[in-house]
């Protein structure tokens, strides 16, 4: 045996020992699915069907698989309980403490998902037990869920004031009162319309279409629709103190 | 042996079946070390000590172990390797490529810390190899730690934009001329002195004082303090498009 293989095996054992010493444990993704109805901003919640904490409120979640990473993961849980796929996910936070999951130890990393509940995809939820909360009106939830779906609503209003918002959670073309009621659900207050629509004029990324919305009212209110250039540039840029 | 024994003996085996048959992973924590040494924003990075990628650069990190949470591996390892403690820390993003570390299955979390380098603390490195990167200077790193540093750069970036920053990177007492290299660091453009003062001026978060730093000018410059009370006020609402 030539002294080269040794060396390298040596070296591969040490390099082994040196990882197999750490701690091992379990990752999971929970998913913070929020659906915009045209009127009210809701979270979609389901009864836990194992233990521990079984049939209590839940986010829906699973655990990563050594053969995905943390965003495959999410788009398979949310498809695999759903039925739900190609829709907007991104990462929120990593949640760890000991003793969070009295199951075993499992770190969990919670990811949010925005979805127009006006479009098709919607009917397909697979899940009994599956239910759309609005998100002033969330229940007790097992674990750490609760803090999650705070943090997702915290990031959701920051990101209201600085950036465009409504993308992914309105319809392609929607009224100017469903972009103020997605405004006031996610701030959680309400707004005054002329000053609403005056600031929203001023942001300069819709299109007012010739067609209209007849359901609300005999005159009708006009659609709008995204102007996705603008929308992406000002996304970038956003709207906010500038030095 | 009674029955419920039975039946709880049965549910603890099939709860920890199922727990059991998901994969466990390696967690580690990163910490992108930000410093700002009153002219220059620098993040710490030192030469890894073990394989694989041994002698490359790399940020600092570690191991979670079971008895403890992400805050506080993050805490440990800038701990124990820097000496530092007491640090702004901040969680930022959740790495989980499949082969990022080509040594084991490892997810990371990567944290941001943000040090006055002008402070004491500061001198206490234990490291040797450790040296502080201007953040527009980084080298190649090791895995995706060239990613990591780019995401809190974003963020610092961004939060520069739409909050008051410079708390934990500036001495208590600093000049104008300081805020602004910082926010041009940050940022990693030149400002206009003028235009800078003034929009600072209308944020109204400082406290001019009377006394003066005499290092820089003959005629020396003022010095100022954050008002923490309007300072933490401004944090919360931020200073951006509002409805």
């Keep these: 045996m030539k002294i080269g293989n040794t060396d390298q095996h040596e070296d591969v054992n040490s390099k082994l020992q040196y990882y197999n010493k750490e701690d091992q444990v379990l990752l999971a993704v929970d998913c913070i699915i929020f659906g915009f109805d045209e009127k009210e901003l809701k979270v979609l919640l389901v009864k836990r069907d194992f233990e521990p904490e079984?049939?209590?409120?839940?986010?829906?979640?699973?655990?990563?698989k050594k053969s995905e990473n943390l965003d495959q993961a999410a788009i398979r849980?949310?498809?695999?309980?759903?039925?739900?796929?190609?829709?907007?996910?991104e990462q929120l936070h990593s949640y760890s403490e000991i003793d969070r999951d009295p199951g075993q130890r499992t770190i969990s990393v919670a990811y949010f998902a925005l979805i127009d509940l006006s479009s098709k995809n919607f009917d397909r939820i697979k899940i009994d037990s599956a239910k759309w909360y609005k998100i002033n009106k969330v229940p007790q939830l097992i674990f750490d869920h609760n803090e999650m779906i705070d943090k997702a609503i915290q990031r959701l209003r920051r990101r209201a004031l600085i950036k465009p918002i409504g993308?992914?959670?309105?319809?392609?073309?929607?009224?100017?009162?469903?972009?103020?009621?997605?405004?006031?659900?996610?701030?959680?207050?309400?707004?005054?319309?002329?000053?609403?629509?005056?600031?929203?004029?001023?942001?300069?990324?819709?299109?007012?279409?010739?067609?209209?919305?007849?359901?609300?009212?005999?005159?009708?209110?006009?659609?709008?629709?995204?102007?996705?250039?603008?929308?992406?540039s000002k996304s970038e840029e956003g709207f906010n103190f500038k030095i």
């Design 77 to 89: 849980v949310l498809n695999i309980l759903t039925g739900l796929k190609d829709i907007y996910m």
């Design 167 to 232: 993308f992914e959670l309105l319809p392609e073309k929607f009224t100017m009162r469903q972009l103020q009621s997605l405004y006031e659900s996610i701030l959680d207050k309400k707004l005054d319309k002329r000053n609403f629509i005056n600031k929203v004029n001023l942001l300069d990324i819709l299109d007012k279409l010739d067609e209209k919305d007849m359901t609300s009212s005999r005159k009708g209110s006009f659609l709008y629709r995204f102007n996705e250039e603008k929308y992406n």
């Design 54 to 64: 079984k049939d209590k409120w839940s986010l829906i979640g699973g655990f990563l």
